[in-house]
C-alpha cells in the first residue's frame, strides 16, 4: 500500500514520447487527433482525443450566497444543462481572467469587484485536452454586455437563473446536474466556504501550470494533417 503524505498531493506533467500523430478531422473549435504513442516498456499504441483551446467559468456569488447560472442546451448530451457561465480561451491576446470577465458580462450580465481561483482541472483527461479554470466571483453588479456582441446558437435561446449556493450542493448530490463546470465550481465553492470562507483561495492571477504543460506537449495550432518524429 502506498500512502501519499498532503506534499505528495500533485498531478505531475509528463508526455510519453510520440512516434507520430495524425489530425483525422478538425472543426471549429477542435482537433481530432490520433497518436501512435510509446510506453516506458518500448511498446507503441494508439491514442485518439480530442485537442482543446482551453476554457474558464465562474461561481459567481452575490451577498444572499446565490449563484448566478444560465440554462443552455446542449446537443451532443440532448439535455438543457444548469450551467456558470463560461467560455474558450479563443481570443488572441487575452488572459485567462479576463476572458471570464468578459463571458460573465456578454452570458448573465454582470461585473464582479472580487475575483479568486475556486480550482483548475482537466474535463474529461481520457479523450479531450480540456484544461478548464473555475473562479469564484463576489460583489457583483448588473452591466450591460459588450457592444459589439450578439448571442447565437444555442446561446441565443438561454436565459439567466439564480439558485443557493446550498441548493446547488443538494441538487448536485442527488444526481440532477451533470455540467462539469457547475458540478465542481458547487462543490468547491462549498467547501471552501465551510473551511475558512474563502480566505485560503488562490489570488484571480494564479498561474495555471496544467493548462500551459498541456499546450506545450502538444501545440493546439499544429498545422499539417500527419507528423512523424
Given at each position: 500500500?502506498?500512502i ?25 473549435i ?94 474529461t ?16 453588479e ?33 444526481g440532477?446536474?451533470?455540467?462539469p ?10 467547501t471552501?466556504?465551510?473551511r475558512?470562507g ?12 496544467a ?19
Amino acid at each position: 500500500m502506498i500512502i501519499l503524505g498532503r506534499d505528495e498531493l500533485a498531478d505531475v506533467p509528463l508526455a510519453w514520447p510520440v512516434a507520430s500523430s495524425t489530425v483525422l478531422a478538425e472543426g471549429a473549435i477542435t482537433k481530432y487527433v490520433q497518436d501512435q504513442v510509446r510506453t516506458p516498456d518500448g511498446h507503441l499504441i494508439t491514442r485518439e482525443y480530442l485537442k482543446h483551446p482551453g476554457a474558464v467559468g465562474v461561481i459567481a456569488l452575490d451577498d444572499h450566497e446565490r449563484v448566478a447560472l444560465v440554462r443552455q442546451y446542449r446537443h451532443p448530451v440532448r439535455h438543457r444543462l444548469i450551467e456558470p457561465p463560461a467560455g474558450l480561451l479563443d481570443v488572441g491576446g487575452e488572459d485567462y481572467l479576463q476572458a471570464m470577465q468578459r463571458e460573465l458580462a456578454e452570458e448573465a450580465g454582470l461585473a464582479a469587484g472580487r475575483w479568486a481561483v475556486l480550482i483548475d482541472l482537466f474535463t474529461t483527461p481520457g479523450i479531450l485536452g480540456e484544461s478548464l479554470r473555475i473562479y469564484l466571483a463576489r460583489d457583483l453588479e448588473a452591466v450591460d454586455g459588450p457592444d459589439d456582441f450578439t448571442l447565437e446558437g444555442e446561446e441565443a435561446h438561454m436565459d439567466v437563473v439564480w439558485a443557493s449556493l446550498d441548493d446547488l450542493v443538494e441538487a448536485v448530490l442527488y444526481g440532477h446536474l451533470h455540467n462539469p463546470t457547475v458540478v465542481s465550481g458547487v462543490l468547491a465553492a462549498w467547501t471552501a466556504r465551510q473551511r475558512d470562507g474563502f480566505l485560503s483561495l488562490r489570488p484571480a492571477d494564479a498561474a495555471w501550470p496544467a493548462l500551459e504543460s498541456v499546450r506545450e506537449a502538444s501545440p493546439f495550432e499544429e498545422s499539417g494533417h500527419e507528423q512523424h518524429f
